[in-house]
Every structure is written in structure tokens, then in C-alpha cells.
């Protein structure tokens, strides 16, 4: 690892060698974030789908089985995950995919050492730094729940300038007015997802925070300790987020050959799985969790909470059927 923490390092590249693009500076300082701990949970900054309940994890495992078994049970399947995190989805959808027959090999892709080891302990699995060295034989059955929101974007002012940062006095500071904002990094891997589909067949499951159509402005955020923060302080030390461009991403993936379905909010997805029934499944047979479990629904699904903001997409190879809960 680098001897020098972000901020430092940041400071000396720019007064070395002048501003960085907004891209640069997130993700130098969420390389650094990801890879120092584990950032998860009321102790920690932010918490997840998954981390709210096994609920989230088992429908996005029926989800992939159900898919799989309709393609006509294809063997050399693999279950691929995206930034798994403390690997807790994977470890409950695994669970749900065994009881419908499904029991692929595991590839995470995930470039933190803090969070590889986290999953190391729940999961068996085969680790890669990009998607480049996934398997290249048998459908890819692949999850990405919070990935794309961490990748960087670039941002752009009214004349279409690229914004950077630079340093005033000893604070970061952005030059410019963001107009919009794409991300190069996700498309370039939405791509090499997709052409995997359109190859080897499988599916993708996107979940993320974002809008379904192009937005505008300024979507760059940091949360630090369940709260937001200033994206342009203590870089490497927040978790720095931006909005998901579903339609780019949608766009990128139906070039490269995949069919799309969605985005849908997750509240609906979630709801059109069963979250319901799933739901009063478990409060059943815990009826001390009754409670417990519908308040986790309720954040999962509710309109107010993560049920609207966050949207459900699917990438498809060309010859799998069409997936459930679209
Ligand atoms: N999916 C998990 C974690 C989301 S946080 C959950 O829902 O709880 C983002 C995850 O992506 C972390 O595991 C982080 O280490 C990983 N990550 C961030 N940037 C990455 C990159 N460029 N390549 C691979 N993994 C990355």
C-alpha cells in the first residue's frame, strides 16, 4: 500500500502537477476508503440491502435460480458478485439458489483486502480484481447491489469543460459548476458484462440508487457515520456516491448485445418477488421477530425509504428468458 493517506497524496499530486479531474479524486479517495475497513452497519457509515435483512439477498437468489431453471438448468453456471461488501447477499442468495438445485462456483469481484478477507470467512470463493478474468466458459449468473454507485464519474460544466479539483489555500476545491456527469468506469464494465452475456449466456442483476433517465447536475455525495458530509474533506475517509445512470448504463449493455428489463423501482421489484409472503414466512415461523421483520420490509420497499430512490435492472443474454419481477 501507498505510505501516504489520500489526502496527502492528493495535496502533492496537485500542487505537482496542477488540478485532478473529479473522477480521479473519487477514486483515489474510495480505493483508499474501501481498502482501510469495513464500512458497514450502525457502527459504521452507511448500511446496505442485505445488511437490513436475508430477505433482500434469498428473493435475488430466486430470482437467478428461477432464471437458470427456465433456461433449461445450463450446466458450468457460476454465481458472480460485484463489490460483495461483508459478502452477507451472497451468502443468502447462495443459500436460497442451493434449495432450488443451484450450487455454482463463487467469483467475486472485489478489490478492498479489508473486505476480501470479510468474505473469505462467509463464502468460498475465487477473488478478481476486474471483470476481465471471470470465467470465459458457462453462464455468468452475476449480482451487483451498491457497486456502481462507488465507481467514478466525471463532471462537466455548461460548455462541456471537465471540472477538477484544485487546491485553495489547503482546502480541495472544485472550479466549476456541474452541469452533468457520466461514468466511463461503469459503462466500459457494463460492456464487458453484457458481451459475457451475449457470449456465455446468464444474467446481471444492477441494484443501485440513480435515476432511469439521464439526469443533470450535480449527484457527487459523502456519507460518513449515516450522514452526509462534504465530498471535498477528508477524502479517503467518507464514502464518496454518485447517482446511477440506469438509461447509459441500459444503452451500453443493448450495444454489446444483452436484453434489458427495467429499471423498476426496488419496491416494486421486491414486492413482484414475494417480499410480502417472504415476509410473513419468516414472522411465522419467528414470531418474536414479527416486528423486527415487517420494519425491515417497510425500509426495504416503502416509497419514503429505499423502495423508490433505489431501482432494479436486468441484463439478459439474448437467448435466456425473460427474467421475473419486471
Ligand atoms: N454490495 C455490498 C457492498 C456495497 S459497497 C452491499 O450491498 O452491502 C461497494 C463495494 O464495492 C465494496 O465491497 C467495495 O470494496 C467494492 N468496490 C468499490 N470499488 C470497486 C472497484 N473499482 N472494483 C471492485 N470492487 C470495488
Redesign the pocket.
Known sequence: MNPLPPEARLKARIAAGGPVSVADYMAEA??HY?ATRD??GAAGDFI????ISQMFGELIGIWLADLWRRAGRPGGASYV??????G??AADALRAMAGAGLEPPVEL????PV?RLAQAQRLRARWH??VASLPGEGPLLIV????FD??PVRQFDMEGRELMVALDGDAFARDGAVETETSP?SIAMVRALARRLAAQGGAALIVDYGHARPGTGDTLQAVSRHAFADPFQAPGERDLTAHVDFSALAAAARAEGARVFGPVTQGDWLDAMGLPLRAAALAKAAPDRTEEIAEARDRLAAPERMGRLFKAMALVGPAWPEPAGF
Open positions: 474510495n480505493a474501501y464500512p458497514f446496505t440491502a442485505p445488511e458478485e460485484l463489490g460483495p461488501g461483508r452477507t447477499l469481484v472485489e478489490t478492498s473486505l480484481d476486474d451487483a447491489n451498491e457497486f462507488a465507481l468506469y
